[in-house]
């Protein structure tokens, strides 16, 4: 049974930082592209930050040179170190697995962590 299960949300202050943690169990993720995405009320799901199975990463404008993504490959890990937090950071965070293996995609998700960044 596939399982992605986050944790390290919170409330923190405005400037703030906080390190989100997902642990991947059920299947050999090497080769699996991780992420995070994140959801705000009203809002559609976003990507915030992915790291590649050859550890190339990417960022959402928003977050560039604040928040870091990073993956322990051994233990089936990945984290999302997020700093100099904002008001607009706030949102549910979610872990993704994502495989591309054609004809098809695979993604996997967790359940989510809610972030909220508030004075």
């Known amino acids: 049974q596939v399982q992605l299960v986050e944790s390290g949300g919170g409330l923190v202050q405005p400037g703030g930082s906080l390190r989100l943690s997902c642990a991947a169990s059920?299947?050999?993720?090497?080769?699996?592209?991780m992420g995070w995405y994140r959801q705000a009320p009203g809002n559609l799901r976003e990507l915030v930050a992915a790291?590649?199975?050859?550890?190339?990463?990417n960022y959402a404008d928003s977050v560039k040179g604040r928040f870091t993504i990073s993956r322990a490959h051994a233990k089936n890990e990945v984290y999302l170190q997020m700093n100099s937090l904002k008001p607009e950071d706030t949102a549910v965070y979610y872990c993704?697995?994502?495989?591309?293996?054609?004809?098809?995609?695979?993604?996997?998700w967790g359940q989510g962590t809610q972030v909220t960044v508030s004075s």
């Open positions: 790291v590649t199975s050859g550890d190339n990463t």
């Open positions: 993704n697995a994502h495989l591309v293996a054609p004809p098809g995609l695979t993604d996997y």
């Open positions: 059920g299947r050999d993720f090497s080769a699996y592209a």
